[in-house]
């Protein structure tokens, strides 16, 4: 059965999308099989594993109101052992469509309940905020992973994060757990990274992840050809850094 990973954080900017779609090619390479279950109604995720959102008929959006089947909803990606559930704009209308539906913060839940066993891993990619689509995911995950920026400000917000892992955990899903923290966009040349990096670790209590994903021109680079850093530049630092989480992701033991 597929352990359920998502990866959230309120806070835009701090490489979360970057991180579902390289820790998903970077678990399909390591030859386990991969879903990338994508919930933000931006649907970068979608076109960062070369999916043309525009053109999408059947998203998450139409398995959410019943309009479309799983089976027409799901897409093989080019990249072996990655497959997705795409998003687009459309999904920006499942805040209101979810405020009638019996039973709403298990809407995702009940659909990936479905197909659980033909994976390793689902990675849900959660929007920039914590909305109905993000308690959905978090109700339909075992884990939560957050990915943290390298700045001034990385732990702002993080503390709200928690508290909705632990509102979700008490109401909704007792099994969640916070999978661990992920520091992204690391400068090694700039003092500040390396202090906010011991800062989160003196101040967090949590699992933080020993792999540092670097600031890198590939790993922003990559999305805009629709292909992971793994395929886009596969000996670049930022590819090596993903296969290295990749790595710890499946040797955590939660």
Not at 124 to 132: A, K, V, Y
């Amino acid at each position: 059965m597929a352990r359920t990973i998502a990866v959230a954080n309120q806070k835009g900017g701090v490489g979360k999308t970057t991180t579902t779609i390289n820790l998903s090619a970077a678990l399909a390479e390591q030859g386990k099989k991969v879903l990338l279950v994508d919930l933000d109604p931006q649907g970068n995720a979608t076109s960062g594993v070369g999916v043309d959102k525009r053109d999408l008929e059947n998203t998450v959006y139409e398995l959410f109101v019943g309009r479309t089947t799983l089976d027409e909803c799901l897409l093989e990606t080019d990249f072996l052992n990655l497959s997705v559930l795409p998003a687009n704009i459309n999904l920006s209308g499942a805040e209101i469509d979810l405020i009638d539906m019996e039973n709403r913060e298990y809407h995702l839940k009940d659909i990936l309940q479905q197909i659980k066993d033909d994976y390793d891993f689902i990675l849900i990619d959660c929007p920039p905020s914590l909305n109905m689509l993000t308690v959905n995911a978090m109700t339909a995950a075992d884990t939560v992973l957050v990915p943290i920026q390298c700045e001034y400000y990385a732990l702002e917000g993080l503390s709200q994060l928690i508290h909705t892992i632990n509102l979700v955990k008490k109401r909704l899903n007792p099994q969640l757990q916070l999978e661990g923290v992920v520091f992204t966009m690391y400068d090694a040349r700039t003092k500040l990274s390396m202090q906010v990096v011991e800062n989160v670790k003196q101040t967090l209590k949590e699992n933080i992840y020993n792999t540092i994903i670097p600031r890198s021109i590939k790993l922003a680079e990559a999305p805009s050809y629709g292909m992971p850093i793994t395929a886009y530049a596969p000996t670049s630092p930022g590819a090596d850094a993903y296969r290295l989480l990749a790595m710890e992701v499946i040797d955590h033991k939660v």
